[in-house]
């Protein structure tokens, strides 16, 4: 997988997958925590999520200044990793204010600035030596599947330990409980009977007899859960650090130097040169907003989505894909089969193959063998499906771009990026499918969905599969293409500079949140399809200039 790559990518690669473990336990988790714990409404929670999205980005700005000013590259970044983990640590402490968690999830947006940018510009600066140039944009996509092996075990982590928290105090998870605690606790709740109900279903200890005590300690308990998994994203970030320390000498210490033809001198670039790739790089970071507006809408409005409108319990079959023992049973011979029909393929890899198909075939039947007819699920673990998606499809996209390659017929990167924004368009088509039948949040007036009205997992999940093939034709081909157009001088800022524009694209999150209760759902998911084709048919129009920047880099 890495023959031919610098050692160095390993090293990103490793260190970067604990850094997003952390973050993706916050994608699963962070609004159904503020909700549950404070009591929050959609607009509220949703800004405070767009607020810590847009800090997480924005200040990788001041990340990639402060490494261009000082070189200190990799001392940056163990900064950054530092104090993530301090802030991911004192999360995990229950109890804490609202101000207090709000402060907290700006210590974990300011260490992120200062890791994530400058990382992934320090894998740039591999990839400019002659030597290993040619593979900058299969290099971005393994160290985008590094972000994502972590990204895939964050939610699972995250629900076992909040489930673990309820069941050791005598509770069920019900994701539709914490809202009506809330609205009982506050005296809005005019009909109990629904409540009751929900309560007694998860109250193990028998028939609850004191809703008012049932719904303090279901909140106290449920939030705690949170927490906990707060600290479980600190642990990943301290494997994280251990990697960088030990083998960040592996890493450069500084930017590959250009030599002009004779050999003795470095190359200097124009500023009329530098402006020519600056300009270029600005338009498409004006892409990059109007994309992470919408993808990371799968954090937020999707998430409420899994939440309030998909089934709660899914038959044997589909439970296989909620439940982490049966779903890596389930990959693993997959990854057989596929090894054992490679035609390319030697015998030892067939015969590995083969046994990968049969022990994870054979682990699959097991564990799905002890499921129930109908089976619980949480809405976290839908956050699993896009990591999963970006890891299985890797390979196939990058095989996908060397068949084209050699047949001369492989896209430019920025073409690449414009196809990434009709694919994501797509992608919420499928999600307005399913909702058109739905009552929307303004229809409800705070009751539950009711049990008959909530939809199959597979709409939510079809639509993270085409969001991730979306992803990967614009995400790491944007990191590869920022790598390679940057000028040198500014390969840190311009980093920042593509975070920075990720960072205005979350601020705009709260717009889903904003419209959640004001609007149908089917006219919530349209808004973002036509952000995304009106991103792609920008960038096709500009598309011959930012070919030319990029013959040039």
């Known amino acids: 997988m890495f023959k031919k790559h610098p050692k160095g990518l390993i090293v990103a690669f490793f260190a970067n997958m604990g850094e997003r473990f952390g973050f993706y336990t916050m ?18 929670a949703g800004s405070i ?80 030596d002659p030597k290993y140039s040619s593979l900058r944009d299969s290099a971005f996509m393994l160290f985008y599947m590094g972000i994502n092996v972590g990204a895939f075990f964050a939610p699972f982590a995250a629900t076992a330990i909040r489930n673990y928290t309820l069941k050791a105090q005598g509770y069920l998870h019900d994701g539709s409980l914490p809202a009506l605690c809330h609205q009982y606790l506050k005296g809005e709740m005019t009909d109990t009977t629904t409540f009751a109900e929900l309560a007694n279903k998860v109250n193990l200890a028998g028939p609850v007899t004191d809703l008012s005590a049932f719904a303090t300690s279901y909140l106290e308990v449920f939030s705690r859960g949170y927490n906990m998994a707060f600290g479980i994203a600190a642990i990943a970030m301290i494997i994280s650090l251990v990697v960088y320390i030990v083998f960040n000498k592996l890493l450069p210490s500084k930017q590959f130097v250009h030599k002009d033809a004779s050999g003795t001198g470095a190359v200097k670039m124009s500023w009329d040169e530098e402006k020519r790739r600056l300009g270029a790089l600005g338009l498409v970071f004006i892409v990059v907003i109007f994309f992470w507006m919408s993808f990371h809408q799968n954090g937020l409005t999707l998430t409420m989505f899994a939440r309030d409108y998909t089934v709660k319990q899914v038959d044997s079959f589909t439970n296989i894909f909620f439940y982490l023992p049966s779903m890596l049973s ?28 049969l022990v994870g075939g054979g682990l699959t039947y097991y564990f799905s063998s002890g499921f129930s007819a109908m089976n619980d699920i949480q809405p976290e673990i839908f956050q699993s499906f896009n990591p999963l998606f970006i890891v299985a499809l890797t390979f196939l996209v990058l095989g996908f771009f060397g068949w084209l ?40 007036n705070g009751a539950p969905v009711p049990e008959d009205m909530r939809i199959s997992p597979y709409w939510l999940i079809s639509s993270y599969l085409v969001l991730t093939i979306a992803e990967l034709f614009l995400s790491p081909m944007g990191l590869s293409f920022v790598s390679k157009v940057a000028p040198p001088r500014f390969q840190g800022l311009m980093q920042g500079g593509w975070l920075g524009a990720t960072a205005i694209g979350n601020k705009l999150l709260f717009v889903g949140s904003f419209l959640w209760d004001r609007i149908d759902l089917w006219q919530l998911w349209a808004i973002f399809v036509v952000c995304c084709l009106l991103s792609a048919a920008f960038i096709f129009s500009i598309l011959k200039r930012l070919e030319r920047v990029t013959k040039g880099a």
């Open 49 to 128: 999520y767009s607020w810590f999205y847009f800090g997480i980005y924005a200040l990788a700005l001041v990340g990639g200044l402060l490494a261009d000013a000082t070189k200190k590259y990799k001392l940056v970044i163990l900064l950054g990793i530092i104090v993530m983990f301090s802030g991911y640590a004192l999360l995990a402490v229950p109890g804490l204010s609202l101000t207090m968690t709000v402060l907290l999830l700006f210590t974990i947006a300011f260490g992120n600035g200062l890791f994530k940018g400058n990382l992934q510009a320090v894998v740039g600066q591999m990839y400019d």
């Open 405 to 444: 390659n050699k047949r001369g017929q492989e896209p430019s990167t920025p073409k690449k990026i414009g196809i990434g924004m009709i694919i994501a368009s797509l992608g919420f088509i499928i999600v307005l499918t399913g909702s058109l039948s739905l009552l929307s949040p303004h229809d409800l």
């Open 330 to 357: 389930f990959l693993g011979a997959v990854a057989g089969l596929v090894m054992l029909l490679n035609r390319k393929a030697g015998l030892t890899v067939k015969v590995v193959g083969a046994g990968m198909l």
């Open 27 to 44: 994608m699963a988790i962070l609004v159904l925590f503020l909700q549950a714990k404070y009591g929050l409404n959609a607009e509220k």
